[in-house]
């Protein structure tokens, strides 16, 4: 069983940076790949990026490739989103999940409550 809470969200102007957070409960946070992905009002929830157990590998979305980059701290069992250049179309509930690999969210088995990014033109 993993427990996740996000923090970090909040609002912040176009170009602007954020850094979420996701801390992890259950010591099998260490071999679970974590991933973000984010919904938008009226949205699907889509992918954003993701992460291997070991830190090693990651995929990210195109819309985010190049601004966004997704990190983790094994010993304070938590993953990052840092977040650089948003632009108005960013703004979306922020989630994070583990357990899966796969751009699909029905690939990830936990799931945080969610963080809320604004970001204004």
């Known amino acids: 069983q993993v427990q996740l809470v996000e923090s970090g969200g909040r609002l912040v102007q176009a170009g602007g940076s954020l850094r979420l957070s996701c801390a992890a409960s259950?010591?099998?946070?260490?071999?679970?790949?974590m991933g973000w992905f984010r919904q938008a009002p009226g949205k699907e929830r889509e992918f954003v990026a993701v992460i291997s157990w070991s830190g090693v590998s990651t995929r990210y979305a195109d819309s985010v490739k190049g601004r966004f980059t997704i990190s983790r701290d094994n010993a304070q069992n938590t993953v990052y989103l840092q977040m650089n250049g948003l632009k108005p179309e960013d703004t979306a509930v922020y989630y994070c999940?583990?357990?899966?690999?796969?751009?699909?969210?029905?690939?990830?088995?936990?799931w945080g409550q969610g963080t809320q990014v604004t970001v204004s033109s």
């Open positions: 259950g010591r099998t946070f260490s071999s679970n790949n």
């Open positions: 999940a583990a357990g899966g690999w796969d751009t699909d969210p029905s690939g990830y088995a936990y």
